[in-house]
């Protein structure tokens, strides 16, 4: 029972501490802002020994606030749409998205036929060259290819019986069979 009593008193004990901390600070802050009042001088002309001095260094003016950034929901949307400006493409002026109309309008014939591709120089083919090529031979100036057909050339020794296919006996070759040309 005893122990029960020394529980209740821990807590009081503790309130009372903390009011008194509580008071003391009030009483300090009222006392402080007595003596500035009691201390401002008196209206009128001081003398030059009553005068501060001068002070030699321009004073210091207070760094700026620095803006706190606001970790809620909008404003992570707005940094997604800050970042998203940097991603996307730059617009057109008007002026090149007309010349990108006109030169789709200009009129254009599909040719069919067969046209070799290049072999880049990193292996790919270039099929530009073809559609070109492919044009040309029907009269005009350029072509975009649209159809393309691959097939397999391979070294006759491939279809002997018993011969083992190696890497370098069959190639593929790309063919142009359809453009648009201009």
């Not at 402080?32 to 009553?50: F, I, M, N, Y």
């Not at 090149?96 to 880049?120: I, K, Y």
Request: hydrophobic share 35%; glycine share 8%; net charge positive.
């Amino acid at each position: 029972m005893a122990d029960r009593n020394r529980d209740w008193l821990v807590p009081a004990a503790t309130s009372r501490a903390v009011l008194a901390g509580l008071a003391l600070s009030v009483m300090l802050a009222t006392i402080d802002r007595g003596r500035a009042q009691a201390a401002q001088p008196a209206l009128g002309v001081q003398s030059a020994a009553e005068q501060p001095p001068e002070p030699q260094q321009p004073m210091e003016l207070p760094p700026a606030p620095v803006e706190r950034e606001n970790p809620g929901l909008i404003n992570e949307i707005g940094k997604l749409f800050e970042k998203s400006k940097l991603a996307l493409p730059p617009l057109k002026s008007p002026s090149e998205t007309f010349n990108d109309l006109s030169n789709l309008a200009r009129p254009s014939t599909m040719v069919t036929g067969r046209a070799a591709c290049a072999v880049a120089a990193n292996g790919a083919p270039d099929c530009k060259i073809g559609a070109d090529r492919l044009c040309q031979s029907n009269g005009y100036k350029e072509g975009k290819g649209i159809d393309i057909s691959t097939t397999e050339k391979c070294s006759p020794l491939v279809y002997l019986p018993g011969h083992k296919r190696g890497p370098n006996d069959c190639k593929a070759e790309n063919f142009v069979t359809r453009a648009v040309c201009q």
